[in-house]
């Protein structure tokens, strides 16, 4: 074992990553365990029955993305079905949220089946070794952390309350439990064995299968036993480009997310870097807004997503780009021997549902309406759902690192600034990821921009909101890396809570 580092949301997680390392587990091993464990113990920030990506770049090898986002449910049923059993709900949260709950809303999860497909293509260690930490943790307790107190805060009851297990779990007198206080969810733990034990297949064809789509349709919703049995995790070739002497791997399509952080790479690119003044941010802003005006006028309601990301890094490669007139969680990994892996996962804002005797939580993916802008009519039975998730590996010449990112639709821009910051201003690893950000919002009827202090804003068209520190609105990018000439260098985001690994193996 030639040693490892990990970026991941939680020190907890980065143990379990540390756990995996001294049994001999490789980055991909020590990822999945840190992923699995934050997936597990982040209650209202993620659940295991949602979607995630897993990016992995061998050293010897191709660079690959296994897409186990969430997909379209109901096999069989009538399209009448579908937009019964969901309810609208409006939080607070983020500066005013709505989205649709219920059974209705849940889209098949895939989350499972890409951990256990990279496990299978890149793993080391056992199967149930990735699995234990969580076990563990579901068993005996884990505490709940500030994160999760504060968006359980605005639904813990709305969202949360749905189900009579999960509001226990979080809840006393009536009330939220405190951030640190300890979470046990009930039958997680079981739930959890039971898949280490027996694989996944248990999740989509067995006990835990049956349970979860018998809940779906007595509640009325779309989810059916054999959407779950139908699905695969699908292993497609990394989304391609060049930075600087850095070559870049992340998400493809069908996906957005890659796609949006590619296509701001290359258009930021075209200009050559001198540093963060006026007429750089301005410049920053203006690809921005061009790009995020693209995806929201064709990709987000296109029926050729590929195509039409073709035509878009096209357009940017000729200089012909066009000024416009819920909750997820990464994990980073790397090891001595240049294998790199990057882990997101989402659940949505969650459905608030969970079928009895299981401690699972449900996605909200097909009710999530300002990333699923089609909403139920977001295509036939099977298709992935739209996604900001873009888990990307990097190399150059000696040097690999894996970064990503939480955030919603500030992944892509916290990304595209990191990859900057990194490469084009050669920042270290700490300051690229802590250096203050600019976010184009595109969710409303107008254009917004946001920005943390300490950037050199120059003059826009757009309302401007300014915060006063670091916020976690801008993401949270976790980043791993490894050379040959100076060892692992690790960096987790001040803007969230973080854990980092660097184990010397």
Not at 16 to 43: H, K, M, Q, W, Y
Request: net charge negative; proline share 6%; charged share 20%.
């Amino acid at each position: 074992m030639s040693g490892v580092a990990v970026a991941t949301t939680s020190e907890l997680a980065a143990d379990a990553a540390r756990e995996v390392a001294e049994l001999g587990g490789n980055a991909v091993d020590c990822g999945l365990a840190a992923s699995l464990f934050t997936i597990n113990t982040e209650p209202g920030v993620c659940a295991l029955a949602g979607g995630g990506y897993v990016t992995v770049w061998p050293s010897n090898g191709q660079p690959v993305t296994i897409d186990g986002n969430v997909a379209v449910p109901g096999q069989g049923l009538p399209a009448a079905r579908r937009g019964a059993a969901t309810e609208p709900v409006t939080m607070a949260y983020g500066g005013g949220i709505s989205t649709l709950v219920g059974a209705g809303t849940v889209a098949v999860p895939g989350t499972l089946a890409a951990i256990e497909r990279a496990w299978q293509r890149f793993g080391s260690v056992p199967w149930d070794a990735i699995f234990a930490p969580s076990v563990r943790a579901a068993r005996d307790g884990f505490p709940l952390s500030t994160a999760c107190h504060y968006y359980l805060g605005y639904s813990g009851k709305l969202i949360f309350g749905r189900s009579d297990d999960g509001y226990g779990a979080l809840h006393a007198d009536g009330q939220l439990r405190p951030a640190g206080s300890r979470v046990v969810v009930p039958h997680l733990a079981d739930s959890l064995e039971q898949i280490a034990r027996e694989g996944a297949r248990c999740f989509y064809e067995g006990d835990i299968a049956a349970a979860i789509s018998a809940h779906c349709q007595e509640a009325g919703g779309l989810l059916t036993a054999e959407d779950l049995r139908q699905y695969e995790a699908i292993e497609r070739d990394a989304l391609r480009t060049r930075l600087g002497a850095w070559h870049i791997a992340t998400n493809p399509p069908p996906a957005v997310g890659g796609v949006m952080l590619t296509a701001m790479l290359n258009a930021f690119a075209s200009e050559p870097f001198v540093s963060w003044d006026e007429a750089t941010v301005k410049r920053l802003i203006d690809v921005q807004r061009a790009c995020l005006d693209y995806r929201q006028r064709r990709l987000d309601y296109s029926d050729d997503v590929p195509g039409d990301a073709i035509a878009l890094l096209d357009d940017i490669a000729k200089g012909r780009l066009q000024q416009p007139s819920a909750a997820t969680v990464h994990t980073s990994a790397v090891d001595g021997g240049g294998l790199a892996c990057a882990v997101t996962a989402s659940s949505g804002y969650g459905s608030g549902e969970m079928p009895k005797g299981t401690g699972l939580w449900l996605n909200n993916c097909v009710g999530e309406l300002e990333l699923n802008r089609r909403g139920f009519e977001a295509g036939p039975v099977g298709a992935r759902l739209p996604s900001n998730m873009a888990p990307s590996v990097a190399r150059d010449n000696g040097r690999v690192l894996a970064v990503g990112s939480p955030g919603a639709d500030r992944i892509t821009t916290a990304l595209q600034q990191f990859f900057i910051n990194a490469v084009m201003a050669d920042m270290s690893l700490e300051d690229a990821v802590k250096h203050p950000r600019v976010h184009v919002d595109m969710s409303g009827a107008e254009p917004k921009l946001a920005a943390e202090p300490g950037v050199s804003l120059p003059v826009v068209d757009l309302p401007l909101t300014r915060f006063d520190d670091l916020s976690m609105y801008f993401g949270g990018v976790g980043v791993a890396g490894f050379s040959k000439e100076s060892g692992f260098h690790v960096a987790a985001d001040p803007r969230r809570e973080g854990g980092i690994l660097a184990f010397p193996g």
